[in-house]
């Protein structure tokens, strides 16, 4: 799949591109979804990101994670390495939910603390809330 490729290749606008319309077709693959989630919030769509990622995780957050950086080509561990904000740097709502995202699929503690911030501001934001939720309750049958 073409979408896989430019996937492979980092290339997330291409990906993005050629994962959608699949998607669309077959909102329940979970693969496809995975990889939407990271294309849609390397490419400035974050929002959209987030509407996805949230009902992945309620539909399945042992999907993400349990995501294999080499089987599965995740490449949240090489964007985490790239993270590393300065000390002025701002903490933004968007910054928090990207790092909220981001870090699920390499650490849900982590994850759930940018979450967790990330609803003070979004504090109506209902599908957050479940999906914040979905996590503790994950964490805590760990």
């Given at each position: 799949?073409?979408?896989n ?7 997330y ?39 996805l ?8 957050i042992s999907f ?33 939910i990207?790092?909220?995202i ?6 849900p ?13 979004f ?8 999906a914040i939720?979905v ?5 805590k049958?760990?």
């Amino acid at each position: 799949m073409l979408g896989n490729q430019y996937f492979m290749a980092r290339k997330y606008q291409e990906a993005v591109k050629e994962l959608e319309p699949i998607y669309l077709n077959d909102p329940g693959n979970k693969n496809v979804s995975r990889k939407l989630i990271i294309g849609y919030i390397q490419t400035g769509k974050l929002m959209k990101g987030l509407e996805l990622f949230t009902s992945l995780v309620k539909e399945d957050i042992s999907f993400i994670v349990i995501a294999d950086p080499i089987f599965d080509d995740c490449p949240c561990p090489e964007i985490i390495k790239e993270l590393e904000p300065s000390p002025n740097d701002p903490i933004t709502p968007d910054l928090n939910i990207y790092n909220g995202i981001i870090w699920l699929y390499c650490d849900p503690k982590i994850s759930i603390k940018f979450l967790k911030r990330a609803i003070t501001d979004f504090p109506t934001n209902k599908e957050l809330k479940e999906a914040i939720g979905v996590i503790k309750q994950f964490i805590k049958n760990k």
